[in-house]
């Protein structure tokens, strides 16, 4: 049971690494979107599949390269 928990933990470090954690003005400008954009559509009231993001407090943030964001952006695309 300890293996396995030692095992998880080292592959979320791994995958913490591979993906960037930015902000939402960052994100706005990756996109050429304003950042109201990304605000609005980070809430779950005003869009049915919000931009996939996580909440520290009072802080939002976006893994960039995450599998997630790239599924979500992906299914706007078509």
Excluded: C
């Amino acid at each position: 049971m300890t293996a396995s928990r030692t095992m998880y933990a080292s592959q979320e470090k791994v995958k913490m690494s591979t993906s960037e954690t930015i902000d939402a003005q960052q994100l706005a400008e990756r996109w050429r979107v304003p950042k109201t954009w990304v605000r609005n559509w980070t809430r779950q009231g005003y869009a049915n599949d919000p931009i996939p993001h996580v909440k520290l407090g009072k802080y939002v943030r976006f893994e960039w390269g995450s599998t997630a964001l790239m599924e979500w952006w992906n299914r706007r695309r078509q």
